[in-house]
């Protein structure tokens, strides 16, 4: 069957794909602060609420330890809520419900307990919205066993993964960089999935291979347009999935290429761009013909100054000055 195509912006695609789910699965439903009535922080919830009503798409108090633990709750009885946590910087609250409950419940009980929740959370700097509202703190969802953590840089992705977490069982985190979201790409009509633990080469190369994570995809990608005016053949693999990884299309991108820079806007102590560095250098080494390359933010609060913020952001001169060093 034909699949009809339009541009969305992300955060479009993002609606879409939760109405989509809403309108198939009538055990799906929506909460969390002011997605009802305001929306959503972002907008990503513009109409659900006329559409579907109260009961499906339901405001919830200033407390993310409560109505995460209800989502919890609806989960195990077998409804399957999408939460929203506005804020990733929120999630501190939430760890009992996340780390005791959500990610154990399954393994706990032998598999007979379910828990087909999604929390939907906005992440990231960029925007000048200071050290509370602006981490990238996916290493620590992915730090935790039983949660499955996703992080989509494209409206089509975006669309495609959303539906393919609300389907499964587990609870699975959905990381949306608020940078991206009026970030406009080719999205399907019709309802479709993309595979979670699959990672995604969005652009192929010879000489150095580019694992991004989340905005960071567009400024390596920006880097590899740079560089190949130089001659530099750049691979931009994006994981997409954080966990599961897709540890084999990395690894096959690395022993191609023999070159490898980590672009992760984290912190770099424990970060996802460590543990793929060290995936490189435990599982790959005999591929590499350089050291491996990190370019992440720094180990510091993000700062509020719009400056300040630019220096500790990972940008597309770091990324160039990084893949120079190796390539």
């Known amino acids: 069957m034909t699949q009809t195509t339009r541009e969305l912006t992300y955060v479009q695609a993002i609606t879409e794909a939760m109405r989509q789910e809403l309108s198939r699965d009538p055990r799906v439903f929506i909460m969390g602060e002011n997605i009802a009535v305001g929306e959503g922080a972002f907008g990503a919830t513009t109409g659900l609420l006329k559409e579907f009503g109260p009961d499906r798409i339901r405001d919830t108090p200033l407390s993310e330890i409560g109505f995460l633990g209800a989502g919890v709750g609806a989960a195990v009885t077998g409804l399957k809520p999408v939460v929203e ?56 969802i992915t730090h935790i066993p039983g949660l499955k953590c996703v992080v989509p840089s494209t409206p089509y992705d975006a669309k495609g993964l959303l539906i393919s977490a609300i389907r499964q069982d587990d609870p699975i985190f959905f990381f949306e960089h608020k ?126 100054s719009p400056t300040l913020e630019a220096a500790y952001l990972p940008s597309t001169e770091r990324i160039v000055a990084a893949i120079r060093e190796i390539a």
């Not at 760890?95 to 959500?102: F, G, S, T, W």
């Not at 491996?292 to 609060?301: E, L, S």
Request: glycine share 8%.
């Open 85 to 140: 946590i506005m804020f990733v910087d929120f999630i501190g609250v939430t760890m009992d419900p996340i780390l005791n409950q959500a990610a154990k419940l399954r393994y706990m009980s032998g598999g007979k307990i379910k828990v087909p929740l999604v929390v939907r959370t906005a992440w990231g700097g960029g925007m000048s919205a200071a050290s509370q509202h602006s981490q990238s703190l996916a290493s620590i």
């Open 179 to 304: 940078f991206l979201y009026g970030i406009k790409g080719p999205v399907p009509e019709e309802a479709y999935t993309v595979p979670i633990g699959k990672a995604d080469i969005k652009r192929a190369g010879d000489d150095v291979t580019v694992v991004a994570i989340g905005r960071m995809v567009h400024l390596a990608l920006e880097a590899a347009a740079l560089l190949e005016k130089e001659g530099k053949s750049v691979e931009v693999v994006d994981p997409r999935s954080l966990s599961p990884l897709d540890e084999d299309t990395i690894l096959a991108s690395v022993k191609k290429t023999g070159r490898l820079v980590v672009v992760d806007e984290s912190h770099p102590r424990c970060s996802v761009a460590t543990d793929i560095a060290a995936l490189a250098a435990t599982k790959g080494l005999e591929y590499l013909d350089a050291p491996v390359r990190m370019v992440t933010g720094a180990h510091t609060p993000v700062p509020f």
